[in-house]
């Protein structure tokens, strides 16, 4: 009997942490995920994985895998495809580029690749094609930030960018931390937050959850503060006009660190508009009670250090740069900047160990489709000239993107469409041609974390990828090869020596990370801003005072107001939509990875949750099949009757793959189908902001 191995992988899950796993393998099979064993301590625990990660085994064989190239052989989306052997797959696609090169249109060709679907950081999703689009020529390319585009312009605006957040280690210090429209038990952003956060309650702090959803996150919380969608500026006015007005504004804060106050001071007391945003103004559109409003307030201004730590939920809907806004204003406002336990508010990367990728070539994109609504330009006939083939790598790009429907009518316009996934995805079934890409265990990489600490993993393959499955660095080595920019591309080397190529430019130990997996640099744990508080002279922000900045004249630009103001949000005129959606990301799904794994699926099958008292009013009962509609389409699935939702609130988790029934209707649950392409102010995504009705359906 052969050995057991263990060997160390990461789980690279677009989840918002990285994680380290041991795969064991006996006889060159899979036969459980582990994790290391690392020393803990409280400061410094085990990266510890979550039960996406540790479900890996059965996404490998999961009944979606796709194991050789397969070629279209029914129309788009119908599911026909034939298998083709490699050197066919390869020989057709490179005939196509050739045939777009002779014409000098490479603009013709949309290259969409990002979250959704597996990707490593080394060699692999983004980068492998990246290099390669570099050094065959200009192309169209989707850009865009889908995760925190709000948040990210009002970083920019307000302290001159992102700004490296504090180390997750210092929640322990805090004591008052409002999860707002955070869920860290479930999705997981940054690892460890969770712990860190249960670490700070153990040591006396107060933790309130402010969501529109009782989540998994409300085990951490000592409080739940249900709030409506969309009106997370009108609520944190509502707290700032309580610290004014109670003279708990941290005065000597605001004048030496930021500027700007005196036009969100004005706004507060109505000096414009008449209207004091009294907590009792924000009841009526928050939901949330004068009377919590006012303690929140109360407590968020005298307790300190107070973490304000919000998710990307918030920023996600129609004026999503106001819920951002008015968090950093608020931080400022209660002086919790800067400080151990505190924080800003911001987008809160911290960014990982320097480590050079793979070298572009010398071509650059053409033109740039925006990553949320670039189906509503190709549908509107504005890209001229149009597109002609699209190659998707690592990219669920109908699922992920708002409004699925236009998503794929754009796609069925392009003429010939090619995508790498380890899956046959929703996208890969309107695809010409699908090449099988392995999965984390079945390749070699050197993966950086996410963005909150600073970790470098080596993932080493552990196993054998079914039947012909390769990599996107092997894919696209072959396609130079055939282009005549083989060795400019590979420059001689493949995969491995990539990795040895890359880590002899640092002075990392690469014994150790190979023998571990993991390299972790934590010394103290860093306080954003820290030197910024002590010396704002010495240390000033990237903004053109240097401080902080409230007030923000390019705001108006975009139609936007000058300060973080609560701009409401209409529902559809008729009435026929009464009830606000929400999307969140779900705890078995990293977007629309792992909707092909069965164990996760299991552990939380997709169904929309709705109040007990909106159920009652349509006749719904727990567990009924039901029909959710918005302008843009319809879903099939189960009610989840709950109080764990606000009434006029459901909740349709994202990442389920869209899945048509006979009638045309999404019986996946495919939570896009129910969103627009509308976009904030500033272009960024606001899936957040969707309007439904739900009925009784037979099925
Ligand atoms: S999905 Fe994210 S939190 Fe879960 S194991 Fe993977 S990297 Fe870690």
């Known amino acids: 009997m052969s050995p057991i191995e263990r060997i160390p992988f990461t789980c690279t899950l677009d989840c918002g942490s990285r994680c380290e796993l041991v795969a064991v393998v006996e006889d060159g099979r899979l036969v459980r995920i582990d994790t290391p064993p690392r020393e803990d301590s409280p400061e410094r625990p085990r990266l510890i994985p979550c039960v996406r990660g540790r479900a890996h085994r059965a996404l490998v064989n999961a009944r979606e895998r796709v194991g ?52 490593g950081r080394g060699f692999s999703g983004a980068s492998a094609s990246h290099r390669f689009f570099s050094f065959w020529g200009p192309v169209t390319v989707t850009v865009g930030n889908m995760s925190n585009h709000c948040a990210g312009v009002a970083a920019q ?163 999503g740069e106001q819920a951002a806004r008015a968090f950093i204003t608020l931080a400022c406002m209660s002086g919790n900047v800067g400080l151990r336990g505190g924080g800003v508010a911001s987008v809160g990367m911290r960014g990982g160990p320097s480590l050079a990728g793979l070298p572009r070539g010398p071509w650059g994109p053409a033109r740039s489709l925006s ?43 392009i003429g010939y469409v090619v995508v790498h996934d380890p899956y046959l995805t929703p996208t890969a079934l309107y695809a010409d041609l699908v090449l099988p890409i392995r999965t984390d265990l079945e390749r070699t990489d050197l993966v950086t974390s996410w963005g909150h600490d600073q970790h470098l993993f080596y993932s ?115 009435g026929r939509y009464p009830l606000q959606l929400i999307t969140p990301h779900s705890e078995v799904r990293s977007n629309s990875c792992l909707a092909a794994n069965p164990w996760l699926q299991e552990v939380e099958p997709q169904e929309i949750w709705i109040n007990r008292l909106d159920a009652e009013a349509r006749g719904i009962s727990p567990r009924d099949w039901v029909e959710v509609t918005s302008p843009t389409g319809t879903v099939r699935v189960r009610a989840k009757v709950t109080e764990r939702i606000m009434p006029g609130v459901v909740c349709l988790p994202e990442g389920a793959w869209f899945r048509p029934g006979a009638d045309g209707v999404d019986e996946g649950g495919c939570a896009n189908v129910l969103t627009s392409l509308q976009t904030t102010p500033t272009g960024g995504v606001a899936t957040h902001t969707a309007w439904v009705e739900v009925k009784r359906s037979a099925r």
């Open 460 to 574: 080493a393959q552990a196993i054998s990828p079914p039947d012909e499955a390769q990599t996107d660095y092997w894919i696209f080595s072959r396609l130079a090869e055939r282009l005549g920019f083989g060795r400019a591309y590979t420059q001689g080397r493949d995969e491995a020596t990539w990795v040895d190529a890359l880590l002899a430019q640092t002075a990392f130990d690469r014994e150790a990370l190979k023998r571990e997996g993991l390299l972790r640099w934590e010394g103290e744990p860093r306080v954003e801003l820290a030197d910024f508080r002590a010396d704002p002279q010495a240390h000033p922000l990237d903004t053109p005072s240097g401080r902080i900045e409230l007030a923000n004249p390019q705001a108006t630009l975009y139609g936007l107001p000058i300060v973080a103001e609560y701009v409401p949000i209409a529902p559809p005129a008729g």
């Open 371 to 413: 990553a949320v609504s670039w189906a509503a330009e190709v549908l509107a006939g504005r890209v001229r000239p149009p597109l002609e083939m699209a190659y998707i790598v690592a990219s669920n790009v109908i699922n992920r993107t708002p409004n699925t429907l236009a998503n794929i009518a754009a796609l069925e316009r």
């Open 68 to 119: 050789t190239p397969l070629k279209r052989i029914g129309p788009r989306g119908s599911g026909r495809f034939a298998p083709i052997p490699w050197e066919e797959a390869l020989d057709e696609i490179a005939g196509r580029l050739q045939e777009l090169a002779t014409r000098q249109a490479h603009r013709a060709l949309l290259h969409i690749t990002g979250a959704g679907a597996i990707s």
């Open 157 to 319: 605006w307000m302290l001159g960018g992102q700004v490296p957040s504090s180390d997750r280690a210092t929640l322990l210090d805090a004591r008052l931390i409002l999860l707002w429209g955070n869920n860290p038990a479930e999705t997981h952003m940054a690892p460890n937050t969770a712990h860190f956060i249960a670490g700070a309650r153990d040591r006396g702090a107060r933790v309130i959850l402010i969501d529109p959803r009782y989540t998994d996150s409300a085990i951490l919380a000592d409080e739940w503060v249900p709030i409506r969608p969309g009106t997370d500026a009108a609520l944190a006015a509502a707290m700032a006009y309580v610290m004014e007005t109670e003279g708990l504004v941290d005065r000597a804060f605001l004048e030496t660190h930021t500027l700007g106050y005196a036009p969100y001071r004005d706004y507060l007391l109505g000096a414009r508009d008449g209207q004091p945003k009294t907590p009792q103004w924000a009841e009526a559109i928050t939901g949330v009670s004068a009377e919590t409003t006012t303690r929140l307030a109360r407590e968020y201004a005298t307790v300190k250090p107070a973490c304000l730590l919000p998710g990307w939920g918030p920023q996600r809907t129609l004026y």
